[in-house]
Structure formats: C-alpha cells, structure tokens
C-alpha cells in the first residue's frame, strides 16, 4: 500500500510519534508544510499538534484532499489534555469536525495522544496565550476546575512530558 505520514508540530511532540510510526512501517514521513499533493497515497496518517482545540496543518493538508473515499485515513492528535477523560475526547472531535470536510470524521480513524510542554520553549505569542489561560483557569473556584486545568496550574512554567512512544501502535 502507498502510505505516507504527515505531521503538523511547532516544538517536535507530534515529530516524534511521526518518525515512530515511520521507523516502525517504512512509511515515508514529512511535515504538513512539505507535504504537497496527496492524491496518489492510498493511506494517509495525519498527526497533528492541538493549538487552542485546533489541529496544526490538518485543515490545509486534508482540507483540500480529492477523492478521500477512497483512501484510508487516520488521524492522530497531539495534546496536553488527558486523554482518557470522554470529556476531553469530545471536545477535541467537536473542534476536529469544523476543521475537516463532511464526512471525513466519521470515514477516517481517530487517535487522541498525549504531547508534552516546556515552557522556556515556547514562542512570545503561546507564552502569552498560555499566561491569559493560567490566569483564567487560577481564578475558577475548586469545584468548577478539572483535573486537567489544576494539573495546569501545578504544571505552569515547568517542562511536563506524557509523550509515549508505544502508543504508536494504535497507528498502525
Ligand atoms: C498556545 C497553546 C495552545 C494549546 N492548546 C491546546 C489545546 O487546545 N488542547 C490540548 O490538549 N493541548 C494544547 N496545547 C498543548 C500542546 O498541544 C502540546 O504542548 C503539544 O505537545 C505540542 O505539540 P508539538 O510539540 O508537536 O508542537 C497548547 C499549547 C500551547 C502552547
């Protein structure tokens, strides 16, 4: 099967799995940047990074797909959320649809991976919007945050890796 990986990432999280996937299937692998025209791959892998519930490159790279039919199709997200809560789970399908082509969602297959964050990486414009949520997210009373947002809270401005590595197997 002529299969390729595509990947969209701004800190390398969503490369890693990428070259996981790739080293395991012999897949070739590029970023979403090089990816050009997709039409003659039978199997497309899209692993891409969540920006503000948006997947990195995903829109352009697939949004522009002929004859996705016909292909197989999996697509993988990149995240800091966990992503065994059924709550996060949704929001990031809800966010995925509006960002695909009718039916595409439901054609393709979905996986939901965790990325990880280091905060003296990133540029001024995600240090701002990562500042803006922690101070949104630090004002909520206990019993309205989540797991998610107080692991935030406990989490600013350090380094924080769930990147794994195995579960690249779900992939393939
Ligand atoms: C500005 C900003 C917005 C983010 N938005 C989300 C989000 O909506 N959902 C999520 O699960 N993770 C979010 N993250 C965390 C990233 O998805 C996570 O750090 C990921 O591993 C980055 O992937 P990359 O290293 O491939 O760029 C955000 C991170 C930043 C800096």
């Known amino acids: 099967m002529n299969e390729i990986i595509v990947y969209g990432t701004c800190y390398g999280s969503a490369k890693q799995y990428a070259d996981e ?3 395991r299937t012999g897949a070739k692998c590029v970023s979403c940047e090089d ?3 997709l039409s003659s791959y039978d199997k497309i892998v899209y692993i ?9 490159g995903m829109k352009t790279t697939l949004g522009t797909l002929k004859n996705w039919e016909s292909k197989q199709i999996v697509i993988a997200t990149v995240g800091l959320a966990d992503t065994t809560d059924e709550e996060n789970v949704r929001n990031i399908r809800a966010a995925m649809k509006r960002q695909l082509p009718a039916g595409m969602m439901e054609h393709a297959r979905l996986v939901h991976l965790r990325g990880g964050i280091d905060y003296s990486r990133l540029s001024a414009k995600h240090k701002f919007m990562m500042k803006l949520l922690y101070e949104k997210v630090k004002k909520q009373p206990p019993e309205k945050q989540t797991a998610d947002t107080r692991a ?8 924080v ?3 794994d590595l195995s579960r690249v197997d779900e992939l393939l």
Request: with cysteine; aromatic share 12%.
């Open 21 to 23: 996937l790739s080293c």
């Open 35 to 37: 990816a050009g025209g």
């Open 48 to 56: 891409g990074s969540l920006y503000a519930g948006g997947v990195l």
């Open 152 to 159: 935030m809270i406990d989490t600013y401005g350090q380094v």
């Open 161 to 163: 890796d769930f990147v």
